[in-house]
């Protein structure tokens, strides 16, 4: 009831708070017999780490991955799987300042109203450091889905504040602390060197994909596929907005247009990302979700006090000035659970169905 668990196949519940000993995971339902290590799983998490660079917060954590339990002589047993995360490098005296006020685009006003206290440090279980855990235990879909079905994924920036970012390749992605698709980013850098030194922040678009997803995947009612990426996408912290496919772009598109045509080669076009009917096609899945400009800034802002009064808030401490920069590995991560637990489900249910027909090619 509490909403902290992802996932019912392969169910991941999240713990720990942004300035506690230590955050992780517990995930439940991991088949057994992969060959699993504290090494396939710190690769996407250094990718997300904080202070890899001068655009994002300086907290400089090494975000190193225990496996306390459910994997034996190298191999996962099929039992519960916890991974932890130590935090190492967290400055509570930061938000000594904000303990009786409510910063404006947080959830300081929200937790207090519900759970009648809250944690200011770093925004307690609100903190983007939760995503952490997110993405150890979605390198471990990942790696079971590469193993059993050669699914892969991938994602990056496609827009940056008010800049939009035309893709090049999927090459430059790694080199880059933008994930930007280019080989060139000084307008980006220097875009968020001002941004950095007015004291303010932005937002950002990203892509995500998954290719190589089996056919068949996601139910036909209220379990889609694509619905469940969106509630999956909507739960990072920051995002605002996704879309599958074409998504609002399909809007404007004619019905002679939209629908991706069948050809004995394959699909001729994917406005749909890969879904149809709530079931995928087989083709990438395709997402792109909107991130709102980071809450945490130091210009003053309006807010009221404990006692409901006027006050100005100015937030402290270190601080991305543009979440969507780190976004990236989050988003392929939840990607990965969402895909997991409906490969998963489709095994159970389906795992012996024959089709009538072969499937076609993702791509014509």
């Known amino acids: 009831m509490s909403g902290n668990t992802f996932g019912t196949l392969f ?29 396939d799983i710190q690769g996407d998490l250094d990718r997300r780490r904080p202070g890899t660079s001068r655009h994002v917060t300086q907290r400089n954590e090494p975000d190193a991955v225990e496996i306390l339990s ?23 005296k930061d938000y000594g300042d904000i303990l009786n006020t409510f910063r ?25 450091r939760l995503t952490a855990p997110m993405v150890a235990a979605g390198a471990v879909a990942k790696k079971w889905l590469l193993e059993k079905y050669g699914t892969t994924f991938r994602g990056c920036m496609t827009q940056i504040g008010d800049m939009p970012i035309a893709f090049e390749s999927w ?12 080989a060139d980013v000084s307008k980006l850098e220097t875009y968020m060197d001002e941004l950095r030194k007015a004291g303010d922040s932005c937002g950002a678009r990203i892509r995500v994909t998954a290719s190589g997803v089996p056919v068949g995947l996601g139910e036909p009612l209220f379990d889609k596929l694509d619905a469940d990426i969106a509630f999956a996408m909507m739960g990072i912290n920051a995002v605002k907005g996704v879309e599958i496919g074409a998504g609002f772009a399909s809007v404007t598109q004619r019905g002679t247009t939209h ?13 749909s990302g890969g879904v149809l009917g709530g079931i995928s096609t087989g083709q990438d899945l395709e997402v792109s979700i909107a991130i709102k400009p980071t809450s945490s800034i130091v210009t003053p802002r309006e807010s009221i006090d404990m006692a409901g009064q006027p006050t100005s808030v100015v937030t402290k401490g270190r601080h991305d000035p543009c979440v969507g920069i780190r976004a990236t590995p989050i988003a392929e991560a939840m990607l990965a659970l969402v895909v997991m637990e409906h490969a998963l489900r489709h095994r159970a249910q389906c795992g012996d169905v024959v089709s009538p027909m072969q499937a076609i090619k993702a791509s014509a």
């Open 259 to 271: 629908g991706d045509s069948l050809s004995p080669q394959g699909f001729k076009s994917n406005n």
């Open 171 to 182: 090459e430059h992605v790694p080199h880059n602390p933008f994930f930007a698709p280019v």
């Open 104 to 128: 404006p685009g947080h959830a300081d006003y929200t937790y207090l109203q519900k759970y009648g206290i809250r944690d200011p440090r770093g925004g307690g279980r609100a903190s983007a």
């Open 11 to 39: 169910a991941v519940t999240n713990f720990g708070e942004s300035h506690g000993p230590a955050i992780g995971c517990v995930i439940d339902g991991c088949p057994p017999g992969m060959a699993l290590s504290e090494a």
């Open 70 to 92: 459910g994997v034996y002589e190298g191999k996962t047993t099929g039992t519960p799987i916890c991974l932890l995360i130590k935090n190492t490098d967290q400055r509570s």
